[in-house]
């Protein structure tokens, strides 16, 4: 993966760990590394595609992301059909 391709996944799944507690650009360097000219392209870049959201300096992933996320899924069904088998397996090791 190209160093550009890899700070954009780091910093997608950087805001995805934190979906509840928006973040700073100075957390964001600070947790991704990057410097902050570079925390603050990518930003800026997920923010015009409504990848990411920025309200009150803060940043988090954005309805449009989790959009786009909801359509592809409907692309893999195997998680919904496989959801009730991977129950029934996981409370009979239980059981064990």
Same mark, same amino acid.
């Given at each position: 993966?190209?160093?550009?391709?890899?700070?954009?996944?780091?910093?997608?799944?950087?805001?995805?760990?934190?979906?509840?507690?928006?973040?700073?650009?100075?957390?964001?360097?600070?947790?991704? %590394?990057?410097?902050?000219?570079?925390?603050?392209?990518?930003?800026?870049?997920?923010?015009?595609?409504?990848?990411?959201?920025?309200?009150?300096?803060?940043?988090?992933i954005s309805?449009?992301?989790?959009?786009?996320?909801?359509?592809?899924?409907? %692309?893999?069904p195997m998680?919904?059909?496989?959801?009730?088998?991977?129950?029934?397996?996981?409370?009979?090791?239980?059981e064990i």
């Open positions: 993966m190209s160093p550009p391709t890899q700070r954009v996944v780091q910093t997608i799944e950087l805001l995805a760990s934190s979906i509840e507690t928006p973040l700073s650009l100075a957390e964001i360097v600070r947790r991704t %590394g990057f410097s902050r000219a570079t925390a603050h392209a990518v930003l800026a870049q997920l923010t015009r595609d409504g990848w990411v959201t920025r309200r009150d300096g803060n940043f988090s309805a449009g992301f989790v959009a786009l996320v909801r359509d592809t899924e409907r %692309g893999f998680r919904r059909l496989a959801a009730s088998e991977v129950r029934d397996l996981a409370n009979a090791l239980v």
